[in-house]
């Protein structure tokens, strides 16, 4: 059980470092579910904050019968939307404790209820409101860790919003003393953790392939930020632990089952990868001798963000030098390059042009075979844009430059190093 504790631990405490995306799924996918399903109680949905008399009647109501406790909640969780309510809310004597033991009574419909109100509180930026939910972290975690089959069972995606709230409230500066003392992200990698993470992705992936994926994106998502954030760490023998093929061939997985409906799983995966191919040539060979360079090009028009992630992964196997360029001009890139260059905005073609400038130095041959595939033509939309115009003019000029010998050319037999084993 302890080692279980460790492992969510792990989850959400590198969750706290995914907020720069700013796509916390859990804040639709709760909202969405709930807000659908609104009136059918019979009470009416404040649109405006709350007076703190009004709260403290609420708080009184849901100490009443089963079907009112539960209306009750149901109507101060809409009220904690408001930043004012939330403030009114912890400032009231005793409504943390109200709170909470409503969350762990034996009514899982009340205890959804209050989830969802902790859920609300979680979103808050005021300091005042997080430290008022710090009673309920350990709560969280014993929820989360599974002591409670009935509660985390059934309901998937209360138990994904309850990782998310913990992982917001983690950002609390008292954090570190009253939630998870004695525990940090250097000790677990030291014990394994990384290796466990994949394992079960690798798990998870099975699972997708067998078709047996409902509500499996609920877990995927979080368990793929942790390793992202796991693998920013910087920590010697970090990649070691991951250096598996397999986890590769599970992102690929992940990506195509839920590109369709999920598009968030898509650029959670991306992320991870971008941060497996960043510094380690290991994962850059693997991904082109198992041959996953088409499967990636696909994704270029799914969405600005994705393109760009995708761009970044490419960049990072282009920086490794020439005979990674060479594989990756192999691999047709340069189509997929013009063509989302010819359609994309400033962001996405700067990247795109990131990539061009890496693979024309390292693999000169690439340049010529760009200008006679209409590249010059995609060049000329971006010629004037400020940002832009001085990497355009100097891959512009390599037009009329003959084409130079890339190192790679003197080697007869020049390829990607193996990956394997």
Known sequence: MVCCLQSVIVLFVALRKARKQQQLISKRLLREDTQNGEGKAGMEIPTDPLSEQEVLQLLRDTQKGTEERKKSLSCLRQALQHKETQQKFVRLEGSMRVLIGLFTSSLADVQMEAAH?????????????????????????????????????????????????????????????????????????????????????????????????????????????????????????????????????????????????????????????????????????????????????QLLPCSRMVALLVLTVLCNIAEKGCAYCQQLHQKAVLSSLISILTLSDAEVAGQCLELLHLLFLHWPEAAADFFTQAGLQALEQHQHHPELQERVRALMNLATQPTAASPCSLVSSAAVPSSLP
């Open 117 to 297: 109100c902790l859920h609300e509180l979680s979103h808050s930026s005021d300091p005042a409101v997080a430290e008022a939910c710090l009673p309920a972290t350990s709560y969280l975690l014993t929820y989360l860790s599974g002591h409670s089959i009935e509660f985390t069972s059934p309901h998937e995606a209360v138990l994904e919003g309850l990782g998310y709230v913990l992982s917001q409230l983690l950002q609390a500066k008292e954090a570190s003393i009253e939630i998870i003392p004695c525990v940090n992200n250097a000790l677990l990698i030291s014990q394994g953790i990384m290796s466990t993470l994949v394992l079960l992705l690798l798990e998870l992936a099975s699972m997708v392939s067998k078709a047996v994926a409902d509500g499996l994106e609920l877990l995927i998502c979080p368990v793929l930020r942790c390793l992202s954030n796991l693998l920013a760490e910087e920590m010697e023998g970090c990649n070691m632990q991951v250096q598996d093929e397999r986890l590769l061939v599970a992102l690929f997985t992940f990506m195509q089952y839920f590109l369709n409906h999920h598009l968030f799983i898509v650029q959670e995966c991306l992320w991870l990868l971008n941060n497996l191919t960043a510094d380690e040539p290991f994962f850059c060979s693997a991904m082109l001798t198992l041959d996953l360079i088409p499967a990636l090009l």
